[in-house]
């Protein structure tokens, strides 16, 4: 490639092994060495430090603002709550807020019990064990339809998908909500 490299973009590179890979440039350091990071590995190293050889084929074509995960988080219109393996509300969308009621800095570090009325929190506190311990969520794929606690004490309908979330070596580190409002269902 006979382009100038652009610091803090992604590029396509060609291993020997003919194996491409996205590395985002980070720039040159004082001493001249032109440093990059693998955004598969996390991994940052410079150009002297590589014993095989390898190309840049052209700047990657889905380079996405390296803020992409926290703007899809801040701007979905569905309520996103990541909670850990014990339960304590981590992440917290303008959604969210929005639906339940209460602002980021209420929910954020609070249990979710925060949000689930207290007939519902047994079983609710069964399952989500269940599938912190197994992985994966019993329905995957299928919102389901429940009750939820407000900031002003009330109860509402809404509707929530859920997904077991996992860290790059595939250990489980908590749970995906997404939720909606819902209509009362007919005869309840």
């Known amino acids: 490639?006979?382009?100038?490299?652009?610091?803090?973009?992604?590029?396509?590179?060609?291993?020997?092994?003919g194996e491409q890979r996205r590395w985002r440039y980070r720039g040159e350091?004082?001493?001249?060495?032109?440093?990059?990071?693998?955004?598969?590995?996390?991994?940052?190293?410079?150009?002297?430090?590589?014993?095989?050889?390898w190309q840049v084929l052209g700047p990657a074509p889905d380079d996405l603002p390296a803020s992409i995960h926290r703007l899809l988080a801040e701007q979905m219109d569905a309520a996103l709550i990541l909670a850990d393996k014990e339960g304590v509300i981590r992440l917290w969308n303008a959604a969210a807020t929005a639906l339940f009621g209460f602002p980021a800095a209420t929910a954020i570090g609070a249990s979710l019990d925060l949000i689930i009325p207290e007939h519902l929190r047994a079983a609710h506190w069964r399952g989500f064990h269940q599938a912190m311990a197994r992985g994966a969520v019993q329905h995957p794929g299928k919102p389901r339809l429940t009750r939820a606690l407000q900031g002003d004490g009330q109860k509402r309908y809404v509707s929530m998908s859920f997904s077991v979330i996992r860290d790059d070596a595939g250990q489980t580190i908590g749970s995906l909500a997404l939720a909606w409002a819902a209509d009362k269902p007919a005869g309840a």
């Open 1 to 17: 490639m006979s382009a100038p490299l652009l610091p803090h973009s992604l590029y396509r590179i060609e291993l020997c092994s």
């Open 29 to 53: 350091d004082a001493q001249g060495n032109r440093w990059w990071r693998d955004e598969e590995s996390g991994q940052e190293f410079n150009e002297a430090s590589l014993m095989y050889a």
